[in-house]
């Protein structure tokens, strides 16, 4: 192997658009060979895989709270090559960081619906659960994302260059470049994740102050929240302001657009319009007159996943060529007439297109005797109906999975996955199945959408950081399914654990979205409908936006996520516009700009480490109890003081450059 010597530092062109006829050149030279699949790096990603899949599952199932790993395992990697002075281990460090951030796309898969089948057997005991179902759901569903998302790689991290933020892999990328660039270099990335973790640490462990500003602080919002439902929301961490800064102004204003019209519109005239709707059920029913506007909201987000749905249908509609692209070539392949191996760069070689349509066509069979043998009880009909449907969400929504990340960091696989369970339970009452044992078969179904979904919104990450580095697409991609298998028996054992331990039903396990898919289901499995209004609305909306060239899927992800968590994004990206604005010299302009982007990711890095931080304490029975402190509205007063302070530091930060 020739190890070539990197250069450090990210190109100029890295995140921006390339003129016509320029080429993007990573830090790993094409024409030379780099340590990244070595014993060290497979053993440490797996370790990685093992410690956060644990960690992450039990934060996420204890107290409904999900951390992203990946930038913690990218800052450790950093750490443990430091410690023992390992050289040239850029390309090794990718790979430990895809192999372990395998734990947090497993997990979003399988927290999120499978516990429900815990929940529900509670109260049906003639349902059945054990590991197998729950370890070969997240298998089959992680190779499946990985398999369904290959051949869209060139097209999202190659051919859109610069035309996506991709906040996440930013900030990672900017983690492991400081990484090799060590010493003056790394200081503002250093100084930023210090200042940006200690802030958000003092928020989720100690509670020093509020992490959110409200409308409620103030008496006469109080009083316009009950009577009109109109409440405005912004969180004050700093990971979230970083991520709104990479967003950039353009998505951020789209995003804050669709949840502007979610909560101050939709909301209130849903309260007004129609006082007496139930909006929200469960021990009591709730009308819109007598609910909150987060209640409300819980109801009205639906129009977003309906959005989103059709927000991925467009997207494969306009993705056509490139999916009969991927197909024909896929052709050519099984026929020997593919391009030679060897013409190809080695930054864009990936596994050949025969591996993946055989790869597919084998999980599909797998995925079929698995609903066979093991959930539609020897029904064919039921087990080719399931099939076909994963098969087709599943890869429907791939693009959607990977734009969501590409564009705002954060994947809405809750919500793809509850349209998943819905269409699949209409769908398969429709054929027969139906009672505890169509609650069964949706849930796996929707585990196994759910867990492939998840892992190609996480997998484009990877991707992405390899492409802007350098690494070999065919590598990270061959020891993904590694991650994924170490990361899926992980998952399924804590999920066994807590639930032999704690019980899901005993309310010592939040489970939010678990409850909630169990809460969904089992009304549709007695034959009760499904807000198919409220979808055809976020569809329509959809449709007329890409009319108009607006982005329906950025408007549609404003729509369902919380709005508390929108407004940052706005606020991060109008500090984006004014760094890079206030000078007349365009090279002055683009220098902070580009210091901005190292504040912004060391933000993210900082909140990243510090939540699990967090999280380690609390799985050691450390935690405080500032619940009444932020009951009082002096501790938001104090939260928008805190954020205002945060904010000058990263404009003063970003414009403060070496002339």
Known sequence: ????????????????????????????????????????????GMLMAVIF??????LGLKVGQVFEAAIPITIIAIGVTGATHRKGALGENVII?????????IVAGAIFTLPALYILQDKYPEMTVNFMEVFVASVLGGVLGILFLIPFRKYFVKDMHGKYPFPEATASTQVL?????????????????????????????????????????????????DKTKLVFKINTGAAVLGMGYIVGLKYALIICCGSVAVWWVIVPAISW???????????????ASQASAEQIFQYAKSIGIGGIAMAGIIGIFKSRKIIMGAVGLAAQEMKGKGKSDTAVPRTQKDLPMKIIAIGSLLTLIAILLFFYFGVMEGNLLFTLTGVILVAVIAFLFTTVAANAIAIVGSNPVSGMTLMTLILASVIMVGVG?????????????????????????????????????????KKQETFKFLGTLVSAAT??????????????????????????????????????????????????????????????????????????????????????????????????????????????????AGGALMGVVSAALRFGGISFDYSAWWANPASEWLSLLMYVLLIIYMIKASMRIKK
């Not at 960081?97 to 796309?105: D, N």
């Open 491 to 604: 998952v399924a054992g804590v999920i066994m654990i807590l639930n032999d331990t704690y019980g899901f039903t005993s309310g010592q396990l939040a489970a939010p979205q678990a409850n909630a898919m169990a809460a969904v289901i089992e009304p549709l499995m007695s034959g009760a409908g499904a807000p198919w209004l409220l979808y055809g609305i976020g569809a329509a909306i959809a449709i007329l936006l890409t009319l108009f060239n607006v982005s329906a899927l950025a408007f549609a992800l404003g729509m369902f996520i919380p709005l508390e968590l929108n407004l940052p994004l706005l606020v991060g990206g109008l500090i984006n516009w004014y760094v890079t604005t206030r000078s007349n010299k365009e090279q002055t302009n683009k220098e902070r700009g580009e210091k901005g982007t190292l504040i912004a990711s060391g933000f993210i």
């Open 177 to 225: 470049v400081s990484g090799e660039k060590g010493g003056n270099q790394a200081l503002p990335l250093l100084v930023a994740g210090v200042v940006g973790g200690i802030y958000d640490f003092i928020i989720a462990t100690v509670g020093w102050w509020n992490e959110s500003v409200t409308s409620r602080c103030l008496e006469w919002g109080q009083v316009l929240a």
């Open 273 to 287: 319009l129609f006082p007496d709707l139930v909006v929200s059920a469960g021990s009591s029913s709730v009308t």
């Open 1 to 44: 192997m020739e190890n070539a010597k990197q250069q450090t530092g990210m190109p100029e062109n890295a995140f921006r658009e390339l003129k016509k006829g320029e080429q993007y050149a990573p830090l790993m030279s094409p024409d030379h060979t780099y340590k990244e699949v070595t014993v060290w790096s497979v053993l440490w």
């Open 433 to 473: 199945l139906k009672g505890p044992a169509g609650m069964v078969a949706a849930l796996i179904m929707g585990g196994v959408v759910c867990t492939a979904l998840s892992t190609a919104g996480s997998f484009i990450t990877d991707l992405k950081i390899g492409y802007w580095l350098g690494s070999t697409p």
């Open 53 to 58: 899949s644990a960690a992450s599952a039990y």
């Open 97 to 105: 960081q895809s192999i372990g951030a395998c734990s947090g796309m």
